[in-house]
């Protein structure tokens, strides 16, 4: 069964510092990769996607994938209260079918 | 305003009683998703559709029915045969050359 595996925290971080968020996936032929923040009672709202290996930049947050361990990561930084949040990583494992983690939750501490 | 609106916000419903969740997108997507989530768990996808009067069982279809009759709308229906109908529900929508999903804000259903 393909799986996506998070920490489910809580990750608890200083105002300003950098969180670091965690996913593994088992399938090793997933091709793209996402981020999404869901605040308490809201819907999932997209913030990052990344389809190769490496890093990619987005304003405060940072993307890190590599398919050779099965790992993606997201980085946040300059963290604000205002991040602290549920983080699901998903996994697109072909066609329409995309894997969701159960989430790791972040809070931010002012 | 291009989005996803899902209705009603809040929904309750007596045990035995089918119900009908509604699901409309204006980003011109092809595909539309909905998945379940429930407390400590990841989304769970129900049903997908590709393309009008076309759509697809995803993991945990049972109890559960859909249509797809316009390019907007995606209802999902969740019949009295659903165990556990209690949970979130959330709909989303994507293009066909990329599978980054865009979620409508979610429909909270408590069966008693």
């Known amino acids: 069964q393909k799986e996506v595996e998070q920490n489910s925290g809580p990750l608890s971080v200083p105002e300003g510092a950098i969180a670091s968020l965690n996913c593994t996936y088992s399938?090793?032929?997933?091709?793209?990769f996402f981020w999404y923040r869901q605040y308490s009672g809201k819907s999932p709202e997209l913030i990052m996607f990344i389809y190769s290996n490496g890093d990619k930049e987005d304003g405060r947050f940072t993307a890190q994938l590599n398919k050779a361990s099965q790992y993606v990561s997201l980085l946040i930084r300059d963290s604000q209260p205002s991040d602290s949040a549920t983080y699901l990583c998903?996994?697109?494992?072909?066609?329409?079918?995309?894997?969701f983690g159960a989430g790791t939750r972040l809070f931010v501490k002012a | 305003d291009g989005g996803i609106t899902q209705s009603p916000k809040y929904l309750f419903r007596k045990e035995g009683q089918n119900v009908t969740l509604s699901c409309e997108q204006n980003?011109?997507?092809?595909?539309m998703y909905w998945y379940r989530q429930d407390p400590g768990q990841g989304l769970r996808l129900i049903y997908y559709?590709?393309?009008?009067?076309?759509?697809q069982k995803g993991d945990i279809a049972e109890g559960y029915s859909v249509s797809r009759e316009k390019k907007e709308s995606f209802p999902l229906t969740v019949t009295s045969a659903q165990k556990n109908p209690t949970a979130f529900y959330l709909c989303?929508?994507?293009?066909?050359?990329?599978?980054?999903?865009?979620f409508g804000p979610g429909t909270r259903l408590t069966v008693t």
């Open positions: 559709s590709q393309i009008v009067n076309d759509f």
């Open positions: 980003l011109n997507h092809d595909a």
């Open positions: 989303a929508s994507s293009t066909v050359e990329s599978y980054e999903q865009y």
């Open positions: 998903a996994v697109n494992t072909g066609g329409f079918k995309t894997i």
């Open positions: 399938d090793r032929g997933s091709q793209s």
